[in-house]
């Protein structure tokens, strides 16, 4: 029998660069929830680029938060469709960027989960704010350059780790919480599936490389993503009540100069004194993965 693809809730007609990660997180995103779903989405790349008003490329209901409280906004809606007596019907999901989701947004997220909101949050993570010029955030990778980290004389770029916002939720008690990447749709589709239907604050962090941030060709962006994951430096898997239960195995592990090689943010490793020894210290953290994830 045929496969047939769920649909897809986002129109043509949006003003996203040519192989947008947001876009793709966006159509993956809904893909798995389905249509009774109401979706709020902060400040940012996806905003501007799917609602220029007054037209908007969302066949869902459609909400836009302030930057920094897509969560906050989320437990509301969820509230009152509980007060409605309509929430078992309806699908409450915030998606929103790594800025708006580890940084600025982090409070109300926090609040969200802690209060026990039943909704589900995906952050579509392309590392940098990249709305207004790819500037750092905390999920920005180590040595990666930016705007405001610049490789230079004096440095390799970013000199922090990034923040491991999974293990932050599933420290706030969130029955589930998954990796996924834009590279492999289908596990991003059924995670998303998953998420929706289960009872609580649920979240999902998913890898979306920037073809203008990051400096790759347009037609690369999936191919990156799943370098990422090949590589190891992006573990797919799921935690449910705080425990590791599913695992993306990873057999021939591809070294990481794979995946740093095809980006401009970081091409100094490749040129620069020093740049072997910053690629072995992006090994180990893919290393570690492999270890701590049982990727092997």
């Known amino acids: 029998m045929k496969r047939t693809a769920p649909k897809s809730y986002i129109?043509?007609?949006?003003?996203a660069c040519p192989g947008c990660c947001d876009i793709f997180a966006a159509k993956f995103t809904l893909m798995g929830a389905g249509p009774n779903t109401i979706i709020v989405n902060p400040t940012g790349c996806l905003e501007v680029t799917t609602t220029p008003y007054p037209l908007t490329?969302?066949?869902?209901?459609?909400?836009?938060?302030?930057?920094?409280?897509?969560?906050?906004?989320?437990?509301?809606?969820?509230?009152g469709l509980k007060a409605l007596g309509k929430k078992k019907d309806i699908k409450v999901i915030a998606i929103a960027g790594d800025g708006a989701t580890m940084d600025i947004g982090f409070g109300a997220i926090s609040g969200a989960f802690e209060r026990g909101h039943d909704f589900t949050y995906i952050c579509m993570d392309n590392e940098a704010y990249m709305n207004t010029g790819a500037q750092r955030s905390s999920g920005t990778p180590y040595d990666a350059s930016t705007p405001t980290t610049p490789a230079g004389k004096a440095s390799?770029?970013?000199?922090?780790?990034?923040?491991?916002?999974?293990?932050?939720?599933?420290?706030?008690?969130?029955?589930?919480?998954?990796?996924?990447?834009?590279?492999?749709?289908?596990?991003?589709?059924?995670k998303v599936k998953k998420a929706t239907e289960i009872v609580g604050p649920t979240y999902i962090h998913a890898h979306a490389p920037c073809t203008t941030g990051w400096g790759f060709d347009t037609s690369k962006t999936l191919e990156i993503a799943k370098l990422a994951v090949e590589t190891c430096l992006w573990p797919l898997y799921e935690m449910e009540n705080g425990e590791i239960t599913q695992v993306r195995k990873i057999k021939d592990p591809r070294p990481v100069e794979e995946y740093l090689k095809t980006q401009k943010r970081f091409k100094h490793l490749f040129v620069m004194e020093g740049g072997e020894e910053e690629i072995r210290k992006i090994q180990a953290i893919a290393d570690w993965n492999i270890k701590h994830f049982g990727l092997q």
């Open 57 to 79: 490329s969302w066949q869902v209901p459609w909400i836009h938060s302030l930057f920094e409280n897509a969560a906050a906004v989320a437990s509301g809606i969820e509230a």
């Open 156 to 190: 390799f770029g970013n000199p922090f780790p990034k923040k491991n916002m999974p293990a932050i939720m599933a420290a706030h008690g969130s029955p589930y919480v998954a990796t996924t990447s834009i590279g492999y749709p289908r596990d991003m589709m059924r």
């Open 11 to 15: 129109t043509s007609g949006h003003s």
